[in-house]
């Protein structure tokens, strides 16, 4: 499924009551932008927030639609059927790309999804709970999902962890949702949330972890968020510098297995240089 958020390193949360954010929000650079009406919004306030998005997402500029996500409200809340019924008529007029589930445990919930948004419309699961990741396998082979994303924080509080910063018990569930995800044929998962936002040394560490554990995005809960993540996650100047030499050396051998540097290039290595050279074209922030 061809769309820039496949791609995308950072996608930024923003309130879906507040308006006068949402361009804001596009304008960081980030690759998405997910205007929140599940955590975000109060509950007396979620009626009015959908109401006002119409408005809110025609104002914006077209291409930056292509990079807007709207995160609903979780099936079998009471918002979940006019949640839906919205984000079809959003997707329909295009309005946004696509819709973030919470607390995405069925794969049913995501085929209904995927029905009602049209065959357009992008989904991102977004795992929070034991039951998701019993599931995991299943969402991801639902049509229409994008990508997979962690909700680390609900995980967490659903399973009875408390975690340290570093989450070091959550490093299984990562590496499950990235197995999910190669068996899939997905791009790189979406890493949860870092939530002290001042704090730089944290986010750093949070995201080099999350490019460790095959990661290629992470959410974001705050703007200055999106420069440091996109850049933690893109490819450094020594790696690009190698992709283009295999890239050359494949080119100039007519293809097949070469040498570089005493070492065999063969189709796993190639297609890794194709891929940091395409992460690499990605606009920065």
Not at 40 to 58: D, I, Y
Not at 153 to 176: H, K, M, N, S, T
Not at 188 to 203: C, S
Request: net charge negative; glycine share 8%.
């Amino acid at each position: 499924m061809k769309s820039p958020l496949a791609l995308a390193r950072t996608f930024l949360f923003v309130p879906a009551d507040r308006p006068e954010r949402h361009a804001r929000a596009l304008a960081t650079g980030t690759g998405g932008v997910i205007v929140d009406l599940e955590d975000a919004v109060a509950p007396e306030r979620k009626m009015s927030a959908r109401e006002g998005l119409v408005a809110s997402f025609a104002a914006l500029p077209g291409a930056g639609r292509q990079r807007l996500l709207v995160r609903i409200n979780a099936s079998g809340t009471p918002w979940y059927d006019d949640d839906r019924k919205a984000v079809a008529a959003w997707v329909a007029q295009g309005l946004i790309a696509g819709v973030v589930l919470p607390k995405a445990e069925r794969a049913e919930d995501l085929r209904l999804l995927a029905e009602a948004v049209g065959p357009k419309g992008l989904l991102i699961p977004l795992l929070e709970s034991a039951a998701g990741l019993a599931a995991v396998d299943e969402l991801a082979a639902v049509p229409q999902v994008l990508r997979l994303a962690f909700g680390n924080l609900d995980f967490q509080a659903d399973v009875g962890l408390a975690c340290d910063a570093d989450e070091a018990e959550l490093v299984p569930v990562r590496l499950a949702l990235l197995l999910a995800t190669r068996r899939a044929g997905l791009p790189a998962p979406i890493d949860g949330v870092t939530v002290d936002w001042r704090d730089a040394q944290r986010l750093a560490i949070d995201t080099a972890r999350a490019r460790r554990g095959g990661f290629g995005a992470k959410l974001c809960i705050h703007p200055d968020q999106v420069a440091p993540v996109h850049a933690a996650l893109g490819p450094s100047l020594e790696e690009l510098a190698w992709a283009r030499r295999v890239i050359d050396a494949i080119g100039s051998a007519g293809g097949g297995v070469v040498s570089l540097d005493g070492r065999m290039v063969d189709a796993p290595v190639v297609r890794l240089a194709e891929r940091l050279l395409a992460l690499d074209a990605q606009s920065p922030p």
